[in-house]
């Protein structure tokens, strides 16, 4: 029911848009986690104190996801504004561009995931602020790819070829070859007696 609800919806070619959108956005997802995998690898991790909490409702529900945040749109967002030291000694001020969904208190501890050359890509060290957009995008990648692979028509057996009777020729039959004696030599028919005269 699903499959002829989609094929209605995206014509007889819906396997492959979906094929392809999901080999698209699968391949986008692997590469920003690639990306993703190389800040984590090159950044330190810090601790940072919570100076203020700025609300603000997120814009719309997909701003919402971005963030990792199972929220709608209109929903209220918290964005800390933090306070840490990297590793070569200098202090950092800073609003965080995460936008959680539960709320900051003033003095909280959290840890802030930052590269030590550029503090401005610092974020807080949680997994879907992190992770999470790249990882739903490849959930969706994923599901496209196997929904394009369900709405694939088998192609039916070709059906075997029919058999060709031989053509029937106007002449005579011919005649069956006559056996051949043990010898290898054909027999002989015997001559026919002739009829005795009167």
Not at 13 to 33: E, H, S, W
Not at 154 to 160: G, N, Y
Request: aromatic share 6%; glycine share 8%; hydrophobic share 35%.
């Amino acid at each position: 029911m699903i499959q002829s609800f989609l094929k209605r919806l995206a014509g007889r070619r819906a396997n492959r848009l979906f094929l392809v959108a999901g080999i698209l956005l699968t391949c986008l997802a692997v590469y920003k986690l690639l990306r993703t995998a190389m800040y984590v690898h090159e950044s330190v991790v810090v601790t940072a104190t919570v100076t203020d909490v700025r609300q603000q409702p997120f814009e719309s529900t997909l701003q919402a996801w971005q963030h990792g945040n199972m929220a709608l749109g209109d929903s209220t967002s918290y964005q800390a504004i933090v306070r840490y030291t990297v590793p070569n000694g200098l202090v950092i001020n800073r609003l965080m561009t995460d936008a959680d969904d539960t709320d900051y208190t003033i003095g909280q501890q959290v840890e802030v995931i930052t590269p030590e050359l550029d503090p401005s890509q610092a974020h807080i060290n949680k997994w879907k602020f992190i992770w999470g957009w790249e990882c739903a995008q490849l959930g969706g990648g994923v599901i496209l790819l196997l929904t394009g692979l369900a709405l694939r028509e088998r192609k039916p057996a070709p059906a075997p070829a029919p058999r060709k009777k031989p053509a029937r020729s106007g002449g005579k039959k011919k005649s069956a070859p006559r056996k051949k004696s043990e010898s290898g030599t054909p027999r002989k028919r015997s001559p026919r007696k002739k009829k005795a005269q009167d």
